[in-house]
């Protein structure tokens, strides 16, 4: 079982700055995979960013790549995205997910734990 909780949303205006922070509990972290996903109001939750279990590969969907990084400390049990250049399209409710499969998968379905979510604006 993990818990995530996400902290680090907030209003920011385009072309700013953020980083997320999703503190996981239990003491297998690093068994799993995470991932970013967001959601827009009346669109569906999509992929973001993944890394790996070891923290040695990334992967981005083409709409944030180069502009986010994602990245973990296992010591403390956390995974960010630091979010750079930021757009108004960028808004949305930023969720991070646990996913125990190596497989890269960017399909909601893949992923076994959620955060509540954390809200990101960006303002023209």
């Known amino acids: 079982q993990v818990q995530l909780v996400e902290s680090g949303g907030g209003l920011v205006q385009a072309g700013g700055s953020l980083r997320l922070s999703c503190a996981a509990s239990?003491?297998?972290?690093?068994?799993?995979?995470m991932a970013w996903f967001r959601q827009s109001p009346g669109k569906e939750r999509e992929f973001v960013a993944r890394?790996?279990?070891?923290?040695?590969?990334?992967f981005y969907s083409d709409s944030v790549k180069g502009r986010f990084t994602i990245a973990r400390e296992d010591a403390k049990n956390t995974v960010y995205l630091e979010m750079n250049s930021l757009k108004p399209e960028d808004t949305a409710v930023y969720y991070c997910?646990?996913?125990?499969?190596?497989?890269?998968?960017?399909?909601?379905?893949?992923?076994?734990?959620w955060g509540q979510g954390t809200q990101v604006t960006v303002s023209s």
């Open positions: 890394i790996s279990r070891s923290g040695g590969s990334t």
């Open positions: 997910a646990a996913d125990r499969s190596p497989v890269t998968s960017t399909r909601v379905e893949s992923y076994e734990y």
């Open positions: 239990g003491r297998t972290f690093n068994n799993y995979a």
